[in-house]
């Protein structure tokens, strides 16, 4: 059964600090990670996405690494604002020849406290 | 340029009844998914709709169907409701199997 699984589980850090999403996953075969966040009584918005031959991608502040090897990927956030307080969403699509089946973790809580 | 949107944002329905949801995705965007968000869970893939026909499907049961118009606005239809389908349910719209764009959702609660 594909699994995505995502720590911790929740995190508190103060802002301008940095910090370090996990995630895990057996999705396969593999066909791209995507990180998305999902604000609060919104839609998630996507931040970055990496397909097997890429191990890492950058968007601001944002950097996500990918190891396809060990099936892990990391989302790093570098100088917390308030604003990046939200939930973090590793996704995980599988298929190829045009298939495209998601698997979704459960997020990661982030607070950024002043 | 207009996002994806759904209609209702929220919806309170009783056990049994129907309810359907809609869909428009953001502008030049052909293919709509659909997901369900469990509070405190990532969403869960119910199925994709592309060329007005449903391209992938999740593991959902019957009584969760959907439909594409020519327009690519999409609708999902859920029969029976059970106490268990209230969610967050989320609409994705992108150009074939490109980048997704998720709409805010509409919060549907089962009395």
């Known amino acids: 059964k594909n699994q995505v699984e995502q720590s911790p589980q929740s995190l508190i850090i103060l802002e301008g600090k940095n910090c370090t999403l996990q995630?895990?996953?057996?999705?396969?075969?593999?066909?791209?990670l995507r990180w998305y966040k999902q604000d609060t009584g919104r839609g998630p918005v996507s931040l970055t996405i990496?397909?097997?031959?890429?191990n890492t991608k950058s968007n601001g502040r944002y950097t996500a690494t990918l190891d396809a090897d060990t099936k892990q990927s990391s989302l790093h956030i570098t100088a917390s604002q308030l604003s990046d307080s939200a939930s973090y969403i590793c996704v995980v699509s599988e298929g190829s020849g045009g298939s495209y089946i998601p698997t979704f973790g459960r997020g990661t809580s982030l607070i950024v406290h002043p | 340029d207009a996002g994806v949107t759904q209609s209702p944002t929220h919806l309170i329905k009783t056990r049994g009844q129907q309810v359907t949801l809609r869909c428009s995705p953001k502008?030049?965007?052909?293919?709509v998914s659909w997901y369900q968000q469990a509070l405190g869970q990532g969403p869960q893939f119910i199925f994709q709709?592309?060329?007005?026909?449903?391209?992938q499907r999740g593991n959902f049961p019957d009584r969760f169907s959907g439909h594409q118009f020519p327009n690519y606005s999409s609708e999902l239809n859920v029969n029976a409701l059970l106490l268990g389908d209230s969610a967050l349910y989320l609409c994705?719209?992108?150009?074939?199997?490109?980048?997704?764009?998720f709409g805010d959702g509409t919060r549907l609660s089962i009395l």
């Open positions: 994705a719209s992108s150009l074939d199997l490109g980048p997704q764009h």
């Open positions: 995630c895990n996953y057996t999705v396969s075969p593999f066909s791209n």
């Open positions: 709709y592309y060329e007005e026909e449903e391209r």
């Open positions: 990496m397909t097997f031959s890429e």
């Open positions: 502008s030049g965007h052909d293919t």
